[in-house]
C-alpha cells in the first residue's frame, strides 16, 4: 500500500477519486493542489492502471502504453504543481520514431524530423512516394492546428460548434475527407501500399481498424512527428513520479481496496463504499471505464451516466507478451512494427470476434534509446490486437498463438534467447479481469464513424458532483488524453467550488450581494 499523509479533519471540501491511472492521478494532484481534500482509491496494489509492469530477469518489464507523445501535457501537469517534470523523470526523445519491417524484407525508419522522414521514404519507395509523404504530412500538420482546441483541449465539444468551425475554413473540408474512411483516404494519398498500411496503424492507437475509422484520425500521425520520448526506466517511472508528488500534496492514496458502490442521494453525490465503510465525498471522479457506471456495477442509480458505453461496440483488446531475453538478428530501434502480410485480413478477423491468425506485431525494446549502453538481457514488449471479450475463461489456442508470434518474429530475422515463455502473455481475458466491465476493450468505445468521437462521454455528468476521467471519456485513449480528461474534469470541479464558495460569501450577513 502506498503511504500517505493520515487522514485528517479537514476544512476543505472533500473529493475521492476512483481509479489510480495516470488520469486519476493526474485528477488528484490537480485537485489537490486546488485546495481539496483528496482521497485516491484503486483496486490493485500499485498505482498505475493500465501502465504495468511484471517481474522478469532483467527488472520490471512494461506490460502496457510505451508510447509517449504531446509531452507538453504532462510539463503543464507537473507545472500545476508547482514542479517541473524534468526534476522527476528522464524523458529522452527519439530520433527513430519507429522502425518499420515488412515481410519481403524491406524496412523503414521514420524520424523525429520530417525531412529525413521524406528521405528515408525516397530511399525506400522512390520520389513520387516521398512527395506523398509531404503532401500528408502537410496535409495532417493543418488537421491538427485546426482541431486541437475546439476538440482535444476542450472540456464538451459539440457538433454545433465544430461545423461553424470548419466552415470558417473551407480548405478543411478535403483534407478532412469526411466521406471517406483512413483506409480509404491512404490509398488515395500513396502509391505504395506498404505506406498505407504503416499510416492506417494509427486507428489502432485508439482500439479500430483503419477500414472503419474516420480519416481525420490520420492527424495522428502528427502526435508523434512533434516528438516521441522514451520514459528512462520504463512508463512506470512516470506514475510512480506522479504517485510521489500527489502524496507530497496531500493526497491520501488507498492500494488494494474495492468500491462496492458510489452512493448518491436526490441526484447529488454523498461519497463512496469501500469494504463495508461509508466515505463521505462532496466530490467523486470515477476515473476508470465509464461503462462500469452504465452497467450499474458502481451501484444502479449511476446506470444514466454514460449510457451509450453499454450498447456501443467496443475497441479493441490485445494480446501483451512482456519478458527478459537477448536478441539475435535484426537491428532494432526501441519502437518497431512487424507487418502481416495482408493487411486487411488482420482486421476481418477482429472485427470477426476472431484472434488474426496474420497479427502485425508490435516490438518494444525497452533498453534501447534510453541514452545508455544496452545490456545484454533486455526487456520487451510484443503487442499484438486482438477482440474484446465477453469471457473470463482462459483462451485455449494460447500456447498455439505465442508459438506462432516467436516463428514469424523468427521468419522476419529476430530471435530470442532464452525463448520467452507464454505464461507472461496478458490476455484479453485478463485485462477483463483485470479492468471489470470493460470486456478487456483497452480503449473504451469503438472509434469508428465519423462522430465516434463525439459520442465519447465528457467529464461533467448528470449527477451533481459526479465527474469523469480516463482514456474511455473524451478526449479518448492514450496516456496524454487520459491526462487531459483529468485537467478537464478538476478545472471545471475547481471552477464550479470557485462560484459555490463566492456565492455563499456573498449571501453571508454583511456581505456584499452581486445582484
Not at 482546441?149 to 476542450?154: E, H, L, T, W
Not at 506498404?194 to 486507428?203: K, M, T
Not at 518494444?364 to 534509446?369: H, L, N, Q, S, T
Request: glycine residues 8%.
Amino acid at each position: 500500500m502506498v503511504a500517505s499523509p493520515p487522514i485528517t479533519s479537514a476544512p476543505h471540501p472533500r473529493a475521492v477519486v476512483v481509479g489510480a491511472g495516470i488520469a486519476g492521478l493526474a485528477a488528484a494532484l490537480r485537485l489537490a493542489v486546488g485546495g481539496m481534500d483528496v482521497t485516491l482509491l484503486e483496486r490493485h496494489a500499485h498505482t498505475g492502471g493500465k501502465i504495468r509492469t511484471v517481474p522478469s530477469a532483467a527488472g520490471p518489464v512494461d506490460a502496457g502504453p510505451t508510447v509517449l507523445t504531446l509531452r507538453h501535457v504532462f510539463d503543464d501537469l507537473f507545472m500545476a504543481a508547482g514542479n517541473r517534470l524534468e526534476d522527476h523523470v528522464t524523458l529522452v526523445p527519439q530520433d527513430i520514431l519507429a522502425r518499420h519491417f515488412w515481410p519481403d524484407g524491406s524496412t523503414l525508419d521514420l524520424h523525429a524530423d520530417p525531412a529525413q522522414s521524406a528521405a528515408a521514404i525516397r530511399d525506400f519507395a522512390g520520389d513520387a512516394s516521398a512527395d506523398e509523404f509531404r503532401q500528408f504530412h502537410a496535409r495532417t500538420a493543418q488537421l491538427f492546428a485546426a482541431f486541437d482546441a475546439p476538440m482535444m483541449q476542450a472540456p464538451r465539444p459539440k457538433l454545433g460548434q465544430l461545423i461553424p468551425h470548419v466552415l470558417r475554413q473551407p480548405r478543411l473540408i478535403p483534407a478532412m475527407a469526411p466521406l471517406s474512411t483512413l483506409s480509404q483516404l491512404l490509398n488515395r494519398q500513396f502509391s505504395d501500399p506498404r505506406l498505407a498500411q504503416l499510416f492506417g496503424r494509427y486507428a489502432t492507437y485508439v482500439g479500430g481498424a483503419p477500414h472503419l475509422s474516420p480519416a481525420i484520425l490520420s492527424l495522428i500521425w502528427q502526435a508523434e512527428a512533434a516528438g516521441v520520448w522514451v520514459v528512462q526506466g520504463g512508463m512506470h517511472q512516470l506514475t510512480q513520479a506522479l504517485t510521489a508528488l500527489a502524496v507530497r500534496r496531500g493526497v491520501h492514496i488507498r492500494t488494494g481496496v474495492h468500491v462496492d458502490q458510489i452512493t448518491t442521494r436526490n441526484g447529488q453525490i454523498t461519497g463512496v463504499d469501500v469494504g463495508g465503510t461509508h466515505l463521505p465525498a462532496q466530490t467523486v471522479i470515477y476515473a476508470g471505464d465509464p461503462r462500469a457506471l452504465a452497467t450499474g456495477s458502481m451501484g444502479d442509480g449511476l446506470k444514466v451516466v454514460a449510457p451509450q458505453t453499454a450498447t456501443l461496440p467496443r475497441s479493441f483488446s490485445a494480446r501483451v507478451h512482456s519478458f527478459a531475453a537477448t536478441p539475435q538478428g535484426a537491428r532494432l530501434a526501441h519502437h518497431n512494427v512487424f507487418f502481416a502480410d495482408d493487411p486487411q485480413s488482420e482486421f476481418d478477423d477482429l472485427m470477426a470476434g476472431r484472434t488474426p491468425a496474420d497479427p502485425t506485431l508490435y516490438l518494444c525494446a525497452e533498453d534501447r534509446g534510453q541514452g545508455h549502453p544496452t545490456p545484454t538481457l533486455e526487456r520487451f514488449e510484443i503487442i499484438s490486437n486482438a477482440p474484446a471479450t465477453e469471457t473470463l475463461a482462459p483462451p485455449r489456442d494460447l500456447d498455439r498463438w505465442h508459438h506462432q508470434i516467436i516463428q514469424r518474429m523468427a521468419d522476419m530475422g529476430v530471435t530470442m534467447s532464452p525463448t520467452p515463455a507464454a505464461t507472461t502473455i496478458t490476455t484479453p481475458q485478463r485485462f477483463a479481469a483485470m479492468f471489470p466491465e470493460t470486456m478487456g476493450a483497452l480503449y473504451g468505445q469503438t472509434p469508428h464513424g465519423l462522430t465516434a468521437s463525439l459520442k465519447r462521454p465528457t467529464a461533467r455528468t448528470s449527477i451533481a458532483g459526479l465527474w469523469l476521467a480516463g482514456g474511455g471519456t473524451h478526449p479518448g485513449a492514450g496516456v496524454p488524453m487520459a491526462a487531459l480528461s483529468a485537467r478537464h474534469a478538476a478545472e471545471a470541479i475547481l471552477h464550479d467550488q470557485t462560484l459555490t464558495s463566492t456565492s455563499r460569501q456573498t449571501a453571508m450577513p454583511g456581505g456584499m450581494s452581486t445582484a
